[in-house]
């Protein structure tokens, strides 16, 4: 099991644990957390994914992905550095920890 930390805009955080092959957006969603829509069901049509990569985990998650640009200049929120589409990031072992931060609002 992979572990995942969702900090939400308030604060709040939720840790949950997913597969590998698992991606931050399947998680979350298929445990009703708050604060990822996930409406194209990752298929990265849509940016209601959106989330911001806790810094110490930028290296790991790698660089966004081909398309996953475009798709966030339709973000709700400010786009950083260290936005990226939840759906597009895959659980491994070598993400047990990973920490995400969630915008105020996704839709």
Known sequence: ??????????????ELEGDPGDSV????????LDG???ECG?????A???????EDWQAATGARM???EDMLESAVCE?????????????????DGLVVHLPEEQV
């Open 1 to 14: 099991m992979v572990k995942v930390t969702y900090v939400a805009h308030d604060g709040t955080r939720t």
């Open 25 to 32: 957006m399947s998680l979350a969603i298929a445990n009703g």
């Open 36 to 38: 990822i829509v996930g």
């Open 42 to 46: 990752g298929s990265m049509m849509c």
């Open 48 to 54: 209601t994914c959106h989330c911001y990569v806790d």
């Open 66 to 68: 081909d398309g996953e």
């Open 79 to 95: 786009v950083t550095e260290r936005s990226r589409l939840s759906c597009q990031i895959t659980l491994s072992e070598a993400l």
